[in-house]
Nanobody
């Protein structure tokens, strides 16, 4: 089992940047592929980005490709989401999620077994 805690959210102007972090508990972090999802008010939770267990593979939603970068540091049990060129439509609660022993790249929320509590990102126009 793994526990996830996100941080780094906040209020930013359009065109700005934020870096989200997700710290995982335990000594088995490298066994989990990781993902970032987001959920805006009144909308379903949607896939943002994912990374394989060894950082070798990354995956992005079309809406964030070229602007967001997912990375992980297995020594620090942490996954990151660097978000650049933020737009108001990026406003949402952002969640990290863990997928045990997966090769990575899954995009459906139900495929992930563990979730963090979320961090709010608000982009003003």
């Amino acid at each position: 089992q793994v526990q996830l805690v996100e941080s780094g959210g906040g209020l930013v102007q359009a065109g700005g940047s934020l870096r989200l972090s997700c710290a995982a508990s335990g000594r088995t972090f490298r066994r989990y592929a990781m993902g970032w999802f987001r959920q805006a008010p009144g909308k379903e939770r949607e896939f943002v980005a994912a990374i394989g267990r060894s950082s070798g593979s990354t995956y992005y939603a079309e809406s964030v490709k070229g602007r967001f970068t997912i990375s992980r540091d297995n020594a620090k049990n942490t996954v990151y989401l660097q978000m650049n060129s933020l737009q108001p439509e990026d406003t949402a609660v952002y969640y990290c999620a863990a997928d045990y022993l997966s090769m990575g790249g899954r995009t459906a929320p139900y495929e992930y077994q563990y979730w963090g509590q979320g961090t709010q990102v608000t982009v003003s126009s």
